[in-house]
Every structure is written in structure tokens, then in C-alpha cells.
């Protein structure tokens, strides 16, 4: 036998891939596998930290636009510059998603304060989609940089990105309560959450009240903050359902359009100019005129969208024999222009465990967190000062032996 036969017959095969596998029950795996991905969801996804009312998406937008110098005072560029910054650097998920996410950013009737300045089309209140980024530009608008201001003081956490390539903050310091100020939308495994929007001033006054009255109730945070304030106008009802959603973090609130029953040349008309949050405009109309068409509404004979950038203006003209009022009840129970808005208020505390959370709890999370930022700021700011301190030491140190020394040479030579 050849050599070469000899020796093929001493090599041990490969071991195969299904002599690699291990036995595990299948309940055990898919019960570990569905944690897996439902933590993925409700910590890296869905759900917004309550201490800057981010999710991390939005956080990672941010922060990438304070990176590369985007703040208000800076020149627009374009999204995709963005976008691409966002995707190499910490968020390895699809294009679409981040520039949908920061479109929503720029828009004034998503955001009660918009975090991102948009030029070009960013979409509208008719459902119309934003143009491509390629096409529109974008940088921080000026309440995104009073969430980031300090960032580079040593007053958040940072982490390593997707490869270690890079770090980016685990939260941002934020100067604004952002949770209550923008609110949140979210579905994540098995939960949800539905934060409404909030007037700026009235979320200071409740926090500098909380500040100075730590033992304060809802009801007191309420003489301050009394009910949601969205950004498409509109008008809430019920006092005690919007207690009930403050003191519990869960509840319903009922919203209204703002509309008037005017009368004109040819009769009556029914004029609406704020629509309840979340509502498209266009679809609103053609539900109308399906209903009309339907005769489940019946004394309508036109319906014109004169809204422009001044503002919404839906028109429903009546004919001379209808009932204004009738017709607005009936608008109100058959269409959106009455809905409601489902509260669930429920965010991340200390960026892992979700919790529904009171409109106190909200507040004293945030506080809780500007506490640590200003300690870590305090800290910082001593540390740089110290090391000035010990540089100026030195160099007064020297200064002085080198005074001294030439006052002794001179005394020598006077001498």
C-alpha cells in the first residue's frame, strides 16, 4: 500500500454542523429567544427614556447632528448627509426608518416644539409623505440644542456603538422635561405607550413648583399643567378624565375640533379651523363626503379645504333648510371630528425598566436626572479648574524663582 493511501486513511472527517448542535428543550428556547427580542424592542426601540423623552433613535439623530456641527446657528445640509451619518455611525437599521423618524422631528404639527429645523418638503397634515432626502436639508432646531447642551461636560454616560467604533450617549442631559413637552407614540412587545404633548410654560411652572413643594400632589401639579396641548389646536373635555390619565398614567381624552356655525350670503356654513391631534385632513373630507353621498348626513351641499399657510380652514356649506347645529353634532359623532386620545403613559426608568408613570412620577425622574447631570457638571468644571490651578502653579512657581533670582543678581552687581 502507497504512502500516500496509508496517511489518507489516519485523517478524522470534519466534524459536521449537526454534530455542533446542542439539545434544548423547545419551550425553554423560544421562551428565551421571545425575552431576547421583546427586551430588543422595548429597550433599543419602542418605548422613550423619561428622563429626555427619547427613544433611541431619535437620541441617536440628535446627537449625530451636534456631532457634525448641524445647530441652529450653523448652515442647513442636506438629510441624507444625516441619515448616512446616523446608519455608519450607530444605528445599523435602514434608511427609511431614520429619515421617517427625523422627518417627524420637523414636523410643527407632530411636535409641540419641533427638535429638528426642516427646508423643503417635509409632509403635511393631508398624510402627504416627505420628499426623498436627497432633496430636503436639515439641521437642530433650537430646543434640540437645550437638550444637548452640557453633553460635552462629562454629564451623561457614554456607550459603545454597534462595532466600538464610536460612542454615543446612553441619554441626553436635557434642559426640558421633553417627555412631557413632545409626548410619544410607540408599540413594543406586548406594550404601548401614548404620552400626549404639553405647553412648555405650564410643564416649568408645574417642575419649578415641584422643586420648591416636594410633597405636592397631582392636584397641585394640575393648578399648572392642566391638560395637553397639541400642536393641531383643537379642544379637550372632561377635567376629571385628564385628572384620571395624570394621577394613573393611563385614561382617554376627548378632543374636538374648533369649528364655528357662520352665516353667509347663500346660508349657513360650518367653518373648522383646528382639528383634533393626529388627524388627517384629507382623509376627514373624503370621509364626510361619503357620508354625505351615503345620505347618512343630510343637509350638506358643498365642502371645500381653503386651509393654506396660515392655517386650517375646512368649509361645509348647508343647504337653506338644514339645522347648523344638527349637522355639527352629527359631524362630531360620525366623523373625526370628535376623537379621543388614549393615554398610556409609559417610559423607561434608568433607560431598562418600563413603567406607566403619573405626571409626578414624570416630573421627579427628570429631576432626578438633572441633579445627577449638574453634580457631573459641578465635577467636571472643578477637575478642569484644578488642572489650570496646578498648570498656573507651576508657571507662577517659575515665575517667582526666576524674580528672585534676578533680584539677587542685581543686588550682587549693586553690590
Given at each position: 500500500?502507497?504512502?500516500?493511501?496509508?496517511?489518507?486513511?489516519?485523517?478524522?472527517?470534519?466534524?459536521?454542523?449537526?454534530?455542533?448542535?446542542?439539545?434544548?428543550?423547545?419551550?425553554?428556547?423560544?421562551?428565551?429567544?421571545?425575552?431576547?427580542?421583546?427586551?430588543s424592542?422595548?429597550?433599543?426601540r419602542?418605548?422613550?427614556?423619561?428622563?429626555?423623552?427619547?427613544?433611541?433613535?431619535?437620541?441617536?439623530?440628535?446627537?449625530?447632528?451636534?456631532?457634525?456641527?448641524?445647530?441652529?446657528?450653523?448652515?442647513?445640509?442636506?438629510?441624507?448627509t444625516?441619515?448616512?451619518?446616523?446608519?455608519?455611525?450607530?444605528?445599523?437599521?435602514?434608511?427609511?426608518?431614520?429619515?421617517?423618524?427625523?422627518?417627524?422631528?420637523?414636523?410643527?404639527?407632530?411636535?409641540?416644539?419641533?427638535?429638528?429645523?426642516?427646508?423643503?418638503?417635509?409632509?403635511?397634515?393631508?398624510?402627504?409623505?416627505?420628499?426623498?432626502?436627497?432633496?430636503?436639508?436639515?439641521?437642530?432646531?433650537?430646543?434640540a440644542?437645550?437638550?444637548?447642551?452640557?453633553?460635552?461636560?462629562?454629564?451623561?454616560?457614554?456607550?459603545?456603538?454597534?462595532?466600538?467604533?464610536h460612542?454615543?450617549?446612553?441619554?441626553?442631559?436635557?434642559?426640558?422635561?421633553?417627555?412631557?413637552?413632545?409626548?410619544?407614540?410607540?408599540?413594543?412587545?406586548?406594550?404601548?405607550?401614548?404620552?400626549?404633548?404639553?405647553n412648555?410654560?405650564?410643564?416649568?411652572?408645574?417642575?419649578?413648583?415641584?422643586?420648591?413643594?416636594?410633597?405636592?400632589?397631582?392636584?397641585?401639579?394640575?393648578?399648572?399643567?392642566?391638560?395637553?396641548?397639541?400642536?393641531?389646536?383643537?379642544?379637550?373635555?372632561?377635567?376629571?378624565?385628564?385628572?384620571?390619565?395624570?394621577?394613573?398614567?393611563?385614561?382617554?381624552?376627548?378632543?374636538?375640533?374648533?369649528?364655528?356655525?357662520?352665516?353667509?350670503?347663500?346660508?349657513f356654513q360650518?367653518?373648522?379651523?383646528?382639528?383634533p391631534?393626529q388627524?388627517?385632513?384629507?382623509?376627514?373630507?373624503?370621509h364626510?363626503?361619503?357620508?354625505?353621498?351615503?345620505?347618512?348626513?343630510?343637509?350638506?351641499?358643498d365642502?371645500?379645504?381653503?386651509?393654506?399657510?396660515?392655517?386650517?380652514?375646512?368649509?361645509?356649506?348647508?343647504?337653506?333648510?338644514?339645522?347648523?347645529?344638527?349637522?355639527?353634532?352629527?359631524?362630531?359623532?360620525?366623523?373625526?371630528?370628535?376623537?379621543?386620545?388614549?393615554?398610556?403613559c409609559?417610559?423607561?426608568?434608568?433607560?431598562?425598566?418600563?413603567?406607566?408613570?403619573?405626571?409626578?412620577?414624570?416630573?421627579?425622574?427628570?429631576?432626578?436626572?438633572?441633579?445627577?447631570?449638574?453634580?457631573?457638571?459641578?465635577?467636571?468644571?472643578?477637575?478642569?479648574?484644578?488642572?489650570?490651578?496646578?498648570?498656573?502653579?507651576c508657571?507662577?512657581?517659575?515665575?517667582?524663582?526666576?524674580?528672585?533670582?534676578?533680584?539677587?543678581?542685581?543686588?550682587?552687581?549693586?553690590?
Open positions: 500500500m502507497s504512502p500516500t493511501k496509508s496517511s489518507a486513511k489516519n485523517i478524522e472527517p470534519a466534524p459536521t454542523q449537526l454534530a455542533r448542535l446542542i439539545p434544548r428543550p423547545i419551550v425553554d428556547e423560544m421562551q428565551e429567544s421571545y425575552l431576547d427580542y421583546a427586551m424592542v422595548i429597550v433599543a419602542a418605548l422613550p427614556d423619561v428622563r429626555d423623552g427619547l427613544k433611541p433613535v431619535h437620541r441617536r439623530i440628535l446627537y449625530a447632528m451636534w456631532d457634525i456641527g448641524l445647530k441652529p446657528q450653523a448652515k442647513l445640509r442636506k438629510s441624507a444625516v441619515v448616512g451619518e446616523v446608519l455608519g455611525k450607530y444605528h445599523p437599521h435602514g434608511d427609511v426608518a431614520v429619515y421617517d423618524s427625523m422627518v417627524r422631528l420637523a414636523q410643527p404639527f407632530s411636535m409641540r416644539q419641533v427638535l429638528v429645523t426642516g427646508q423643503g418638503n417635509f409632509g403635511s397634515v393631508d398624510g402627504d409623505s416627505a420628499a426623498a432626502m436627497r432633496y430636503t436639508e436639515a439641521k437642530l432646531a433650537p430646543v440644542e437645550e437638550l444637548l447642551a452640557d453633553i460635552d461636560r462629562n454629564t451623561v454616560n457614554f456607550i459603545p456603538n454597534y462595532d466600538g467604533s460612542q454615543e450617549p446612553t441619554v441626553l442631559p436635557a434642559k426640558l422635561p421633553n417627555l412631557l413637552l413632545n409626548g410619544t407614540m410607540g408599540i413594543a412587545v406586548g406594550m404601548a405607550t401614548s404620552i400626549p404633548p404639553h412648555l410654560g405650564e410643564v416649568i411652572d408645574a417642575t419649578v413648583h415641584l422643586i420648591e413643594n416636594p410633597e405636592a400632589d397631582v392636584g397641585d401639579l394640575m393648578k399648572f399643567v392642566q391638560g395637553p396641548d397639541f400642536p393641531t389646536g383643537g379642544a379637550i373635555f372632561n377635567k376629571a378624565d385628564i385628572k384620571q390619565a395624570y394621577a394613573t398614567g393611563k385614561g382617554s381624552i376627548v378632543m374636538r375640533a374648533i369649528a364655528e356655525i357662520v352665516e353667509g350670503k347663500s346660508g360650518i367653518v373648522a379651523t383646528e382639528l391631534y388627524v388627517n385632513k384629507a382623509e376627514l373630507i373624503m364626510i363626503a361619503e357620508l354625505v353621498k351615503d345620505k347618512k348626513i343630510e343637509g350638506i351641499r365642502l371645500r379645504d381653503e386651509s393654506d399657510k396660515d392655517g386650517i380652514r375646512v368649509v361645509v356649506e348647508l343647504k337653506k333648510d338644514a339645522y347648523p347645529r344638527k349637522i355639527l353634532n352629527q359631524l362630531y359623532k360620525q366623523t373625526n371630528f370628535q376623537t379621543s386620545f388614549h393615554v398610556n409609559l417610559a423607561l426608568v434608568d433607560g431598562l425598566q418600563p413603567r406607566v408613570l403619573t405626571l409626578k412620577n414624570v416630573l421627579e425622574y427628570y429631576l432626578k436626572h438633572r441633579q445627577e447631570v449638574v453634580r457631573r457638571r459641578a465635577e467636571f468644571d472643578l477637575n478642569k479648574a484644578k488642572d489650570r490651578a496646578h498648570i498656573l502653579r508657571h507662577f512657581g517659575n515665575a517667582i524663582v526666576a524674580i528672585s533670582q534676578l533680584g539677587k543678581a542685581q543686588s550682587r552687581r549693586g553690590t
